[in-house]
């Protein structure tokens, strides 16, 4: 019989950690950590677009200095 594997991926609280490893184990699975990407400040402006979080200005010190924190 052939095996179909399907891959997820989980957000798991930090507490429950143990009790997710302990289900991996008894049922076979495999799980891989996966290393968090940080959030640039592209990825933070386009999150802003997204949720109507944006500001206006005309002064480019403002503006410049918004784009550099």
């Not at 008894?26 to 940080?38: D, I, S």
């Amino acid at each position: 019989m052939e095996t179909l594997n399907s891959t997820y991926i989980l957000d798991i609280p930090s507490n429950d950690r143990a009790l997710f490893r302990s289900l991996v184990k008894r049922f076979g699975w495999r799980a891989k950590e996966q290393v968090r990407q940080p959030i640039n400040h592209l990825d933070a402006a386009i999150k802003a677009a997204h949720e109507d979080e944006l500001f206006e200005t005309n002064d480019i010190h403002t503006l410049m200095k918004s784009l550099t924190e």
